[in-house]
């Protein structure tokens, strides 16, 4: 497939201000990331996270996306979510991981 294609085409989808635009961009960061687009897995974890073109929140779903993405940033939510749900041991090894990758 073209994961970048579809990344590209998410960022045009948003462009387009309406609910529409934002649906259409989920299902192409959708299948970015199927590719191994990490920003794409990146951007889908920010989308369950806040509900946006998704049915509803997810932050379990989320901290999926963000974990698999391997992104710093990514690493650095996943310790958020580790440490809201009481996995303090996880949350710091995640945190110490985001920190040695530069976040």
Not at 16 to 45: D, P, T, W, Y
Not at 62 to 88: D, K, N, T
Request: hydrophobic share 50%; glycine share 10%; proline share 4%.
């Amino acid at each position: 497939q073209a994961p970048d294609a579809y990344f590209g085409l998410a960022t045009l989808a948003l462009k387009n201000k309406g609910l529409e635009g934002v649906l259409i961009a989920v299902q192409c960061l959708l299948a970015a990331a199927r590719g191994g687009h990490v920003f794409s897995m990146f951007n889908l974890g920010i989308a369950h996270l806040y509900g946006y073109g998704v049915p509803k929140r997810d932050p379990n779903l989320a901290a999926e996306w963000f974990l698999a993405s391997y992104l710093p940033e990514g690493l650095a939510a996943v310790a958020m979510h580790r440490q809201s749900v009481g996995e303090r041991a996880e949350a710091n090894r995640f945190q110490e991981i985001a920190q040695r990758l530069g976040y």
